[in-house]
């Protein structure tokens, strides 16, 4: 079974920056879109960033564009999600995903695995 670990999230003040990194077992991730995907509480889980597979495609939802920067790097099977100009709006877990599919496209629609999540707290 597929399993993503996340870390990195914290306590930060606004306009602090984090980064958060997921790793993913052998070479399943290598090959497909990940993504990064947001829930609050009381709000669904939203759509924050994702990335194909290999780096040439990017897409952010409009509420992070210009402060959060998603990247990958294969040899050691991790995405990274920068958070920059956190507000407190960005307050929430995040969770690392992937997509089933093989060479496919980004979208806002999560793939099938995901990781535990992990918390980034915004102090205003």
């Known amino acids: 079974q597929v399993q993503l670990v996340e870390s990195g999230g914290g306590l930060v003040q606004a306009g602090g920056s984090l980064r958060l990194s997921c790793t993913a077992p052998g070479l399943s991730a290598t090959r497909r879109t990940m993504g990064w995907f947001r829930q609050a509480p009381g709000k669904d889980r939203e759509f924050v960033a994702g990335?194909?597979?290999?780096?040439?495609?990017?897409d952010y939802a409009n509420s992070v564009k210009g402060r959060f920067i998603i990247s990958r790097d294969n040899a050691k099977n991790t995405v990274y999600l920068q958070l920059n100009s956190l507000q407190f709006e960005d307050t929430a877990v995040y969770y690392c995903?992937?997509?089933?599919?093989?060479?496919?496209?980004?979208?806002?629609?999560?793939?099938?695995?995901w990781g535990q999540g992990t918390q980034v707290t915004v102090s205003s």
């Open positions: 990335i194909n597979y290999n780096g040439g495609i990017t």
């Open positions: 995903n992937m997509q089933s599919q093989i060479l496919g496209g980004v979208s806002g629609t999560p793939g099938p695995f």
